[in-house]
């Protein structure tokens, strides 16, 4: 699924969480985040639910273009290892 939103917040999570879990649910294995500007933790949490339920459905879920500023919030909060992030071909060579 591809997000639509540019900017995710407390105010805009509970319909981001809907679609997101909905588009997992649904059997998406990619998640593009190529259109988000912005997000604080409260995408983190939706990315961190999207991933423990492709989990339980035994799907191979990705994250797509991850913006640095939310990877860099990953990490700060030590959650980086548990998001399935899609890495271009320059980053894994």
Do not use: Q, W
């Not at 999570?13 to 988000?36: C, Q, T, W, Y």
């Not at 423990?52 to 990705?62: D, E, H, Y």
């Not at 994250?63 to 909060?77: D, G, K, Q, T």
């Amino acid at each position: 699924m591809k997000l639509v939103f540019e900017r995710v917040s407390y105010e805009t999570a509970p319909e981001v969480k809907r679609l997101v879990l909905g588009a997992v649910e649904a059997g998406d294995e990619v998640i593009d985040l190529s259109m988000l500007r912005h997000a604080d933790s409260t995408m983190l949490s939706i990315l961190l639910s999207a991933a423990r339920c492709a989990k339980r459905r035994g799907s191979n879920l990705v994250i797509r273009a991850m913006p640095a500023e939310l990877e860099s919030l990953a990490a700060l909060y030590g959650v980086s290892g548990f998001l399935p992030l899609e890495r271009n071909r320059t980053e894994a060579a």
